[in-house]
């Protein structure tokens, strides 16, 4: 049966939610805030998002957009390797090599899959109420918009989760992070992450033609570089090894972004009634796993099967939590522990935590690798009603 849902949120969850839903029917309006949602630099889709966008009908138009990771290797700032792993190795264990787009086109692809006009702009929601067939969302503008169902797909400080779980302030993880894309042809044998003391540096393929990368750095909250953000990482990484100061050497100054890395508790009630959470507004994920975006993505696919397989929302979105939350709730721990290890103090720890990672056997770290970001980590659950 159609349903009328509206999506508070534009970002990827959001998106692919619509996407999702309007693929079996139902009528989709999403709440946008913001007035302009394009966003910088790249994002890595792990083989178990490819398959969540499979599921919506857009994994083979994001494959074909952009650079493909295969291995995934570490190695010290001097250049020697703490972990070299075989060149397939991503491909073997995890059914496909995960790919990495820019966000932007990303964004572009799941906007263009919904229907004309789904995205209303500059629309805030302010306040939601339970009403007897479905929510009375607030606009900012004072007006108000019925829906029988609500998914809140607003990030880090929604709403909607307030709605849900009351007040749930935001807290600063204690460092911040640059972004970037450089135009240099990666070395594949490179691709990964390069570790340093209390720092790291990311770098992947984004094309033939231009590469990804980010840096993270223990700092105060709200802090810029007073000389600008790309002469501080030029001069900061500027006797590591390559590629790394060949990137930043290939930079332009608008490529780089700055970030305060933020998380919050995890909404203890991702659904109630006609009101549903999914993506950061569930469960914010520090970025050290790569799976914040992709666990939007599952978000997105298993909620729009739950909505197919349920008489009702109220049921379908009850669903979609439970079979959610045991498998996100570990990975936003192991994402929150890499993110205190890398920027532990005093800072020699970090490193000595680092270069004793690379002791741990290849074939324990590929099948926890797998469990994570598999094609076949992704999993719809059982369409019994």
């Not at 619509?18 to 946008?32: M, N, P, S, Y």
């Not at 929510?135 to 909607?160: F, K, M, N, P, Y």
């Not at 990964?192 to 033939?208: C, D, Q, S, W």
Request: with cysteine.
């Amino acid at each position: 049966m159609t349903k009328d849902i509206a999506v508070v949120g534009a970002g990827i969850a959001g998106l692919a939610t619509a996407v999702g839903l309007q693929r079996h029917g139902h009528r989709v309006a999403i709440l946008e805030e913001r007035r302009d949602t394009t966003s910088g630099a790249g994002i890595s889709i792990w083989p178990n998002a490819l398959a969540a966008l499979d599921e919506i009908g857009l994994g083979d138009a994001v494959r074909a957009s952009g650079g493909r990771v295969s291995a995934g290797a570490m190695r010290w700032r001097d250049g020697s390797w703490l972990r070299r792993p075989s060149a397939e190795r991503i491909t073997h264990a995890l059914g496909e090599p995960l790919v990495v787009v820019r966000r932007t086109v990303l964004m572009d692809l799941l906007a263009d899959a919904l229907t004309d006009g789904t995205i209303e702009f500059g629309c805030a929601a302010t306040e939601l109420v339970a009403t007897a067939g479905g929510v009375r969302i607030t606009l900012s503008d004072g007006t108000t918009r019925e829906a029988e169902g609500v998914v809140g797909a607003d990030g880090v400080g929604s709403v909607v989760a307030r709605h849900l779980n009351g007040a749930m302030p935001r807290r600063y993880a204690g460092y911040t992070a640059w972004r970037g894309i450089a135009e240099y042809r990666l070395d594949p044998d490179l691709a990964g992450e390069t570790m340093g003391t209390g720092t790291e540096f990311g770098h992947v393929p984004l094309g033939p033609e231009h590469t990804y990368w980010f840096g993270t750095e223990r700092s105060p909250e709200g802090r810029s570089a007073p000389g600008g953000e790309l002469a501080y990482l030029r001069s900061k990484y500027c006797d590591w090894a390559d590629p790394i100061p060949a990137l930043l050497a290939a930079t332009d100054q608008d490529d780089v972004l700055r970030n305060d890395l933020y998380d919050r508790v995890e909404a203890r009630q991702w659904a109630r009634g006609s009101t549903v959470l999914v993506g950061d507004a569930a469960h914010p994920m520090r970025p050290h796993l790569g799976q914040g975006g992709c666990q939007g993505l599952e978000d997105a696919a298993i909620l729009a099967h739950c909505v197919e397989h349920a008489d009702d929302l109220p049921t379908a979105f009850a669903r979609f939590a439970a079979f959610r939350q045991p498998r996100v709730r570990p990975l936003v721990r192991e994402s929150r522990l890499l993110g205190e290890v890398v920027n532990v103090r005093p800072a020699f720890m970090s490193a000595l935590a680092m270069r004793a990672s690379s002791l741990m056997p290849e074939g324990l770290l590929t099948r926890h690798l797998a469990s994570v970001a598999s094609r076949s980590a992704f999993a719809l659950p059982a369409d019994a009603r």
